[in-house]
């Protein structure tokens, strides 16, 4: 065998471990990207699950507004309270928490 020959089997060799090398690589490139797409995926639901929570409290909270205004709008409308209205307010302002 010749020079030529022995460095082209050379170079044969070289380029097969070399593809051998970069196909494992991809390979576990494509493993620790998956892995990273999955948790993107489940973040992006987390954040869904909380914004729609999240909107849930703020009707709750506006619900709770507009309950409290109405019993103010009553309470200054009126001169007096009696103890029996009194207790009915604060049971329904409790209700509310």
Known sequence: MNDENKL??????YNEEMKCHTSA???EFQ???STVAEG???L???VDRIEQTQNLHT???KSHTEKIDRIETTLDSRTEVDRSEFV?????VLAMS
């Open 40 to 42: 993107v995926t489940m």
């Open 8 to 13: 082209e089997e050379l170079f044969k060799k």
């Open 88 to 92: 009915e307010l604060k049971q329904a």
């Open 25 to 27: 690589l991809s390979e």
């Open 31 to 33: 493993s620790r990207l």
């Open 59 to 61: 009707e709750i909270l």
């Open 44 to 46: 992006n639901e987390k």
